[in-house]
């Protein structure tokens, strides 16, 4: 049994013998992470940042859980309101060895990381990777005028002060509400009470009716989040239709093996997606997050992918493959909060 499995049953579940030699382990992540933020808060470990607005876009468990389409959104937000965004990111993923990198179209997933490839391609702004966030900040702004700035994970890179921190959540919420190792949790569930803002991820639903499990009372003013699919991109022509267009022309036609694949936080939600898009594919791959896939990994026919995926998958050049583009969509109240922390730079919350 995978670990991650363990990771999402429920806490009083029965775990095998060897779960719980990683007990010791869980109190030395523990002690050691709150020995560090100590050290941070009484400032015998430095921090500072840019005299811009840094937005924190993190979470507290690890995995992917919808973090990118809410960067996406923040910076489409900065740009409405007259702002020049950059994204900082730390490249997961990637081998660059030389930072801070300002990603290009012409870089690969295996050397930039997927998610910042991802926000490059699709967003015309400077998107950043460095490891050392404050080093890569400061190129934002020095080098590519920027003056706000979106950091795509970083929740715990507490050497980078920030004006406003986010966290992301999605269905599995903290699992077994466990920390390192012995759950998915980077911090205890505690600092869902110190962030500024909570959004719940909760899929691709017609309405946001869901209602947030409540670990916490910080969950009683969580935002929620759907993921609305606008297109289908072919990987290789870069032609889109919309959802509709593409069943009509594409799948109503195609005579080919349908398998859907998916390299993300938890794949079984892209599948859930597209089967409430009345896709059926006759196989389905889930693959570990931030995968880098070979060719022999994908099968013939005709291939579904996430956006993630794709930029991934864009140097096979197959024009059997398509990915599902999708948009967060939130409130219109989380656009006046973003508006408010881009207009008034708040005080670091460190």
């Not at 590519?144 to 980078?160: F, N, R």
Request: charged share 20%; net charge neutral; hydrophobic share 40%.
């Amino acid at each position: 049994m995978k670990l991650q499995t363990l990771w999402y049953q429920q806490r009083n579940g029965v775990y095998p013998i060897w779960y719980w030699l990683l007990y010791p382990l869980q109190l030395l992540f523990w002690g050691l992470s709150a020995l560090r933020r100590l050290l941070f808060k009484i400032g015998l470990l430095s921090s500072r940042k840019p005299d811009v607005p840094i937005i924190i876009v993190g979470n507290i468990t690890v995995g992917g859980n919808g973090k990118t389409p809410l960067a996406l959104l923040i910076a489409q937000i900065a740009l409405g309101k007259g702002k020049r965004p950059g994204v900082l990111s730390r490249g997961y993923g990637g081998n660059q060895t030389v930072f801070p990198h300002r990603v290009c179209q012409d870089d690969t997933a295996d050397k930039v990381g997927d998610e910042p490839l991802l926000i490059a391609s699709r967003l015309d702004i400077p998107v950043v990777i460095d490891p050392k966030r404050t080093r890569g900040a400061d190129y934002l702004v020095e080098h590519c005028d920027c003056d706000v700035i979106i950091c795509d994970d970083g929740l715990q890179h507490y050497a980078l002060q920030r004006s406003f921190e986010i966290v992301v959540m999605d269905s599995r919420v903290a699992g077994n509400q466990r920390l390192l190792p012995m759950g998915p949790l980077r911090e205890g569930i505690w600092r869902l009470n110190t962030v500024d803002m909570i959004v719940r991820n909760i899929g691709v639903v017609e309405s946001a009716t869901a209602t947030c499990d409540k670990l916490t009372n910080a969950f009683d003013s969580a935002y929620e989040m759907t993921l609305k699919p606008s297109h289908w991109v072919n990987v290789r022509s870069h032609e889109r239709l919309g959802v509709k267009e593409f069943e009509e022309q594409i799948l109503s036609t195609n005579q080919q093996k349908v398998t859907a694949i998916a390299g993300i936080g938890s794949p079984s939600r892209f599948f859930d997606t597209l089967k409430q898009l009345g896709i059926t594919p006759e196989q389905t791959l889930g693959f570990d997050d931030h995968y880098q896939y070979s060719i022999s990994d994908l099968p013939d026919g005709l291939v579904l992918m996430t956006e993630k995926d794709a930029v991934k998958c864009r140097a096979f050049n197959n024009a059997q493959h398509w990915y599902l583009e999708v948009s967060a969509v939130l409130p219109q109240t989380f656009e006046s909060a973003i508006d408010a922390v881009l207009t008034h730079t708040a005080s670091p919350n460190n």
